[in-house]
């Protein structure tokens, strides 16, 4: 039977099963949670409930595979690649474009999961991970993890679209302000900007500058939290951070593999 916590102790001995198997590298919690709703997880031979919680003393089961408490608080594996314009952040693609997914490391027993995206046409930095809760912590909202991104435009902000984008500017699905943007220079035409943000929405930083009246020519993320885009990373290339990197990295973000 999957553990029951009786007591604040039994607690702190027991794990929710779908942070266990996100851990695990099967996926974000959200789509661990999805997977034990359609009864295809059994705990001690049982199926297993949203919500279950376990301990080193349960057996769980995903399809044939055997996920143990302790096997899943290994230390993640975690990637940097730099995305260049024209590939998808996604597996499966009705035009066939190329993928992400398709340049990472070859995994056995789990999958990349992607923290955050990058829309077709936006290059920089994406990380990949195997353990879907350490996705979740950069991810969630509530964590206001920072995005930095490098912005080109056609024409220069004017001190009143600058005020606009730093005080809030209304957007179909709310409204969004940059916590950070600085002028870049530029010449001709052009003009950088760097900027900061701390969500994610879909095309937020076009449709940002979209409604401050200026088209954004080129995008670029050059950092996601505590990740800065390695210099020597080149485009279509990407690179695995070693254990102590990763160590420093859960450390930042206060989360315990």
Excluded: C
Aim: charged share 30%.
């Amino acid at each position: 039977m999957p553990s029951e916590a009786g007591s604040s102790s039994a607690q702190s001995a027991t794990q929710k099963l779908h942070k266990i198997l996100a851990q695990a590298g099967l996926g974000s919690r959200r789509e661990m949670e999805e997977l034990i709703a359609s009864g295809q997880v059994t705990i001690n031979g049982k199926t297993a409930q949203v919500g279950d919680r376990i301990d080193a003393r349960d057996v769980v089961r995903v399809g044939k595979r055997v996920i143990h408490f302790r096997s899943a608080r290994r230390l993640p594996r975690v990637v940097l690649y730099h995305k260049p314009e024209g590939e998808i952040v996604s597996r499966d693609d009705p035009q066939g474009r190329p993928s992400v997914f398709d340049k990472l490391p070859q995994l056995r027993s789990s999958k990349w999961i992607a923290i955050g995206r990058l829309d077709y046409n936006t290059s920089g930095l994406l990380v990949f991970t195997t353990d879907g809760e350490l996705a979740n912590r950069l991810m969630h909202p509530r964590f206001e993890v920072e995005r930095e991104y490098a912005v080109r435009i056609i024409g220069r902000l004017t001190p009143e679209q600058t005020a606009l984008l730093t005080s809030g500017v209304a957007l179909e699905d709310g409204v969004a302000r940059f916590d950070y943007l600085s002028d870049e220079g530029g010449e001709g035409s052009n003009h950088w900007y760097r900027v900061i943000l701390k969500e994610g929405r879909n095309r937020e930083v076009r449709r940002m500058f979209e409604a401050a009246g200026m088209t954004v020519s080129r995008l670029m993320r050059v950092r996601f939290g505590p990740v800065n885009l390695p210099s020597r990373l080149k485009r279509g290339k990407s690179m695995e951070l070693n254990e102590t990197e990763i160590g420093r990295l859960l450390e930042l973000v206060s989360y315990k593999a």
